[in-house]
Every structure is written in structure tokens, then in C-alpha cells.
């Protein structure tokens, strides 16, 4: 631990954190007047120039990562004989504390989370950057649900030849609960080695339970290379059988066969919210029972990923402020986060432990993990339904788990392709119950397709399309919002936003109450 107050331009204060790959504190920058968490790799590694010159090149790679849902890096360098990146500070609580405050999460909210951290691997893929290391204790969870995929630290940039790993004795990097095949083999590594992993996260998320819960690191390896993907409906029976089939092909041994992206993994989720069932899963063969001994993990070879990989089925997104929703998480903890997008280098610093659990490193913990005495009160869970078609509203036949029907000529201006159709209620001075809204261009579907299935029998709108009582746009963007109504008078729509509780409030249609008007119930 360092007996000192002052490094560099920084005054450290709270350690937020300590594991095998340093230190995180909670410190204050002088120079630019702000708070960060600030990494301190361990003393002694700066002596290794090979080791610094990696340290700097990885970290370059992961603070060019320009997504919303990965938390920025400030700088990064050397001080006083230590390596150290100074990274934004993020109050929330990790996945893996939420599943075990919470147990397992309502789906819809699952793939609300999941969908956040696919946008961000994505990305990182884009980049030819794997993260290695995807698992609910590096998925931050803030205010509004809003995710952050936390720690690149032992991410790998692919293309720029054999250059290893930041890895300091050379020893397999991750968490074996949920690192995919290629990786305990050796093999040749790229962004599906992510899509695996988080298939695990999503099927832990749904269950409450990790994807193989066997004892030791041999049983670990043998259960992810040769046992069949688990079933989230033998501990979840009420879900849909749609899950097994996502988790299935997610976690499916050969990564041809998985999902090519993060993101249409995210798209099967999204159709079985919405009551479509995958097609089918890939076909697992289970080899005789284990030899008596297993190989240990070896070192994974220069990470990289191909160009060729389909593209995920949504643009890289631009960086920018959490999307303002209109559903907020009743309570949040304010857990100092630190470790985070710690570029592509620290994670693997010394090497992570080859522990087959989840127990929470000092990196993790400076993540976002808080005490659960610290914890307020968390939102009541959605219930997973297929959403019915209601009064005036028809259903467009869908393609397949999370696709896009094929454009219909007779299809309405903004309607977004989903199996329920843009609506437009007259203005005629009714009253709706708005129950949320999607603000972010690269994600009106996705968004609004959530709500639609945690809402069944509600519909939604393009408030620029609607009447002039609704807000048009936000900051140049436009707005859909989903919607329960119309309903005839205010009373009635109150008795509706009581039912629904949360954040939702109701609006009266019409073009002559201004836009800011508030209706208090």
C-alpha cells in the first residue's frame, strides 16, 4: 500500500481497490480540478522497458475506444517510478453484486443491461480489440441502469503481430467461469471468445446462478470445452424455452457456430421478449467422460479479430451522455468504481488468479462493487410477457428472433420495423399514460422494442409525427415513447399511471397545451 497522500499532480484519498494488478484509489486531479480513479500498477514493473512499452501501446488502444458504455480513460503514464491511468470515477454496483442482492433479474431488464455492455464489446471489436475477461463483476451498473464494461486490462489488440500479452509470468488471463473453449485450448482467439462470455453473463443474469457451478479449475475447463451449454429453464421454468436456444448458441463450443456479434446475440434476446422463439440451436456433441488429467491452460496466442466477422447489426456509436429514459432504477449505490477501461494492459499485469469463483479482486471491487448495507431500495422486477396486440393496433409478422420484418410499401413514416406498429392517436384532447421513451438514435429499436415487452398491450409514438402537446425533439434527436391509451378524461389515465407506478406520467393530446405543461395525479 503507498504510506503517501501526494503522486504527481493527484492527492489520493480512498483505496477503492487492490488486487494482483495494482492499486485504485479515489484521488483528486489539481491539474484539471477533478476527481478520478486512479490506477497505480505494481512498483517494480516500470524497471521492465519491454513491459513499459506495451503498457503504452495497449493503453493507447483502449482509450481510443469512443463508446458511451466504456468508461474513459484520461491519461496515462509513468510518475515517480509507477505506471498509473487516471480514468473517469462512476458511481454504481456491479452485475455480480446485483444478482446477489437481487437474485435473478427480470428479463427485460437483463437484456437492458446486457444490450449496453454488447454495444460496447462491439466496438471494442471494431478496434480489433477482445476484452478476454467479460463477466458480471466488470458490467458497472449506474443510475438508470446505465452499463459500463469495466476493466480492459488484460484486453489484446490483434494484427500488430506476436506481441504477448501484459501478463507478467505468462499465465492464462480471465475468469474460467466464464472463458470460452478456444481460449482453455490455446487456440486462436477473437471477439467471439466475448460473445461467449457473455452468453454466461446473460444466462447468470436470468438464473442467478453461473453457467457451471463445479469445483476446481479441471472441472471448470472440462464443463466449458466439453459439457453442453446449460438450460436457463431448469432453474427458470416460467421463461421461455427461447432462452435456452439463445444461451445455446452463445455458448456453443465451436465459435463458428455461436453468434458472429455481440450484438445479434442481443437481437435473439430482444425477439424472445417479444415471444419469438430462435429457430433452432447449434447441435453440441459431448465427448466421453473427462481423462483423469487435464492440461492446464495455455497462453492464449496474439489476440485478433478477423475483418471478416459480420457486422453487428448497429452502427459504432458515437460517445455521448447516458440516454436520458423516462423509467428510472428506484435505488442505486454509490460504490466508488475505479478499475475500468484500464487499457488493455493492466489486467493481465501480473496475471489474474486461476480461482474457478467470482469472488470480486481489488479490481473488481474498485469496479463499482458496494456493501449491501449501502443499498437502497431496488425496482420492482418486470415480468418477462409477449406483448398482445391492443385497440387499434396491428401486428407485423416478424422475420425471426430479433430481425427486421422485410419492408412493408405501406409501412408508416418512423415506424421502426417491429413486430408492433407505429401508432398515431388523434389529437383530440385524450389522455395517454407515457411509460417511457428511447432518446438514442443507435438504439431506437432495441429501446423501444424493451419497453414494448415490458409493457404488454402498449404502444408507441414518434412525437414529432404526434400532436403539439408533446415534446418534438432532445437535443436535436427524435423522440418515440411508449405509451398506454388513450384514455378519455384525466382520472381515468391516473388510475392507469397508479397501475403502471415507476416513473411513468400521463399527457393530454392535443395542439394547444404547451409541451412543458405538467399533469399531476
Known amino acids: 500500500m503507498l504510506h503517501v497522500t501526494g503522486f504527481g499532480p493527484y492527492v489520493l484519498h480512498d483505496l477503492l481497490g487492490r488486487g494482483g494488478m495494482g492499486e485504485v484509489y479515489r484521488a483528486y486531479d489539481r491539474e484539471q480540478a477533478r476527481w478520478v480513479a486512479l490506477k497505480l500498477l505494481p512498483a517494480g514493473v516500470a524497471a521492465d522497458q519491454g513491459y513499459v512499452e506495451r503498457f503504452k501501446r495497449e493503453s493507447y488502444a483502449a482509450a481510443q475506444l469512443n463508446d458511451p458504455h466504456v468508461i474513459p480513460i484520461h491519461r496515462y503514464g509513468e510518475i515517480e517510478g509507477r505506471l498509473y491511468i487516471d480514468m473517469r470515477l462512476v458511481e454504481g454496483i456491479d452485475l455480480a453484486g446485483l444478482i446477489a442482492q437481487e437474485g435473478p433479474l427480470p428479463p427485460a431488464r437483463v437484456v437492458r443491461i446486457v444490450e449496453q455492455a454488447a454495444r460496447a464489446l ?15 463483476s466488470n458490467l458497472l451498473v449506474a443510475a438508470q441502469d446505465f452499463v459500463y464494461l469495466v476493466d480492459f486490462g488484460i484486453a489484446q489488440v490483434g494484427g500488430t503481430g506476436a506481441a504477448p500479452p501484459l501478463t507478467a509470468d505468462g499465465s492464462t488471463v480471465g475468469t474460467f467461469d466464464y472463458m470460452a473453449p478456444e481460449r482453455l485450448r490455446g487456440r486462436e482467439v477473437d471477439g467471439r471468445a466475448d460473445v461467449y462470455s457473455l452468453a454466461c453473463v446473460l444466462y ?3 438464473t442467478g446462478q453461473r453457467p457451471f457451478p463445479v469445483d476446481g479449475v479441471p472441472a471448470l475447463m472440462h464443463a466449458h470445452t466439453s459439457s453442453p451449454p446449460p438450460r436457463v429453464t431448469a432453474l427458470r421454468p416460467d421463461l421461455s424455452p427461447g432462452w435456452d436456444v439463445v444461451v445455446a448458441r452463445g455458448m456453443a463450443k465451436d465459435p463458428g457456430e455461436r453468434y458472429p456479434t455481440c450484438g445479434a ?12 422463439v430462435p429457430g433452432h440451436a447449434p447441435v453440441t456433441v459431448v465427448p466421453p467422460a473427462p481423462p483423469t488429467h487435464v492440461p492446464g491452460p495455455a497462453v492464449a496466442p496474439p489476440t485478433h479479430v478477423p475483418p471478416a466477422v459480420p457486422a453487428s447489426g448497429w452502427p459504432p456509436a458515437a460517445t455521448q451522455p447516458p440516454p436520458r429514459r423516462s423509467r428510472g432504477v428506484a435505488g442505486w449505490l454509490v460504490a466508488a468504481v475505479a478499475l475500468v477501461v484500464v487499457a488493455v494492459l493492466t489486467g493481465v499485469l501480473l496475471g489474474q488468479s ?19 448495507a ?28 430479433g430481425s427486421t420484418p422485410a419492408p412493408d410499401p405501406q409501412q408508416a413514416e418512423g415506424d421502426l420495423g417491429l413486430a408492433t406498429t407505429i401508432s398515431s392517436p388523434e389529437c383530440d384532447s385524450s389522455w395517454v399514460v407515457f411509460l417511457g421513451s428511447a432518446v438514442d438514435p443507435d438504439t431506437y429499436p432495441e429501446d423501444v422494442a424493451v419497453l414494448l415487452a415490458e409493457h404488454p398491450g402498449a404502444e408507441y409514438l414518434l412525437t414529432e409525427d404526434s400532436c403539439a402537446s408533446l415534446r418534438q425533439e432532445l437535443d436535436g434527436n427524435r423522440i418515440y415513447s411508449v405509451y398506454e391509451g388513450p384514455y378519455p378524461d384525466r382520472a381515468t389515465a391516473c388510475a392507469a399511471r397508479a397501475r403502471v407506478g415507476g416513473d411513468a406520467y400521463v399527457k393530454r393530446l392535443d395542439d394547444t397545451t404547451p409541451p412543458e405543461q ?4
Do not use: M, N, Y
Open 122 to 136: 462491439d466496438a471494442a471489436h471494431a478496434r480489433a480489440l477482445v476484452h478476454r475477461d467479460v463477466k458480471p
Open 204 to 206: 447468470e443474469a436470468l
Open 265 to 276: 446475440l442481443v437481437g435473439d434476446a430482444i425477439g424472445v421478449l417479444q415471444g419469438v
Open 354 to 372: 486461476a480461482s474457478g469463483d467470482d469472488a470480486p479482486t481489488g479490481d473488481d471491487a474498485a469496479a463499482g462493487a458496494t456493501p449491501p
Open 374 to 401: 449501502a443499498e437502497a431500495v431496488a425496482p420492482s422486477p418486470a415480468q418477462e410477457s409477449t406483448p398482445g396486440p391492443g385497440p387499434g393496433r396491428a401486428s407485423a409478422p416478424t422475420t425471426g428472433p
Open 518 to 521: 405538467l399533469w399531476t395525479c
